[in-house]
């Protein structure tokens, strides 16, 4: 069954350094999305991504997050000046259309840790 | 904005019984759907099922169905003749019919089964 890879597992980084998460969605996928959730918090909804732009994203989401899909396979997800409070599970997920008929696909995560 | 509870933060069910997890939802919207997710540990969430707002008729697949009662903004998910796999972390996800393709999602249920 065709899965969304997400690399790398767990990346620790020092406060203040930019980090880049990556993600392969699935490969006739059209809608991608970012995930984070903090330690004992709830799943939450970063950014999602249509035919080469932002279609919606959240509060959360500021100008210290970027997202891009650099080669038409990979998408990541940039944290620019990472912050004691970016440290989460990021979740990076996929759907063929608009996620309603067919769900979304969800990745492994990616565990960060800024120190 | 949209809020999804779920009020048991764990549960446990011998294996082979029956188990009922809660998930209230708060919306203003009337078209709107509804998801069930398992997160096995260190693992990806999988879809388990999902229910369109305009149905009446409650969804099921195979060991997995639910009781969706809209009037009471209510997505409850019962898991038939349960099994050692089923344990996991649940989450109920609402997505709205009109506004975007975000999930939000609840806080989560870890189901244990017991043998």
């Known amino acids: 069954e065709p899965e969304v890879t997400q690399t790398p597992s767990h990346q620790v980084t020092q406060m203040g350094q930019e980090v880049i998460l990556r993600c392969v969605p699935i490969?006739?996928?059209?809608?991608f999305y970012w995930y984070r959730q903090i330690l004992g918090q709830k799943v939450e909804f970063l950014v999602s991504f249509y035919n080469n732009e932002i279609s919606e994203k959240s509060e959360i989401f500021d100008d210290q997050f970027s997202v891009e899909r650099p080669d038409g396979s990979n998408f990541t997800l940039k944290i620019r000046s990472t912050k004691l409070e970016d440290s989460a599970m990021y979740f990076c997920?996929?759907?063929?259309?608009?996620?309603?008929?067919?769900?979304?696909?969800f990745g492994s995560g990616t565990r960060l840790t800024v120190v | 904005a949209q809020t999804v509870t779920q009020s048991q933060p764990e549960m446990s069910v011998q294996e082979a019984e029956t188990v009922t997890l809660s998930c209230t939802y708060d919306?203003?919207?009337?078209?709107?759907?509804l998801f069930w997710y398992k997160q096995p540990p260190s693992r990806q969430m999988i879809l388990v099922i999902r229910q369109e707002a305009y149905k009446q008729q409650n969804a099921t697949e195979n060991r997995f169905s639910v009781n969706f009662q809209k009037a009471a903004k209510s997505f409850s998910l019962k898991i038939s003749d349960s099994q050692l796999g089923d344990a996991a972390m649940y989450f109920c996800?609402?997505?709205?019919?009109?506004?975007?393709?975000?999930?939000?999602f609840g806080g989560g249920t870890r189901l244990m089964v017991k043998p």
């Open positions: 919306t203003s919207e009337s078209d709107y759907y």
């Open positions: 490969s006739n996928h059209l809608y």
């Open positions: 996800a609402y997505r709205s019919g009109d506004a975007g393709n975000m999930l939000t």
């Open positions: 997920a996929s759907s063929f259309r608009a996620g309603v008929l067919d769900g979304y696909t």
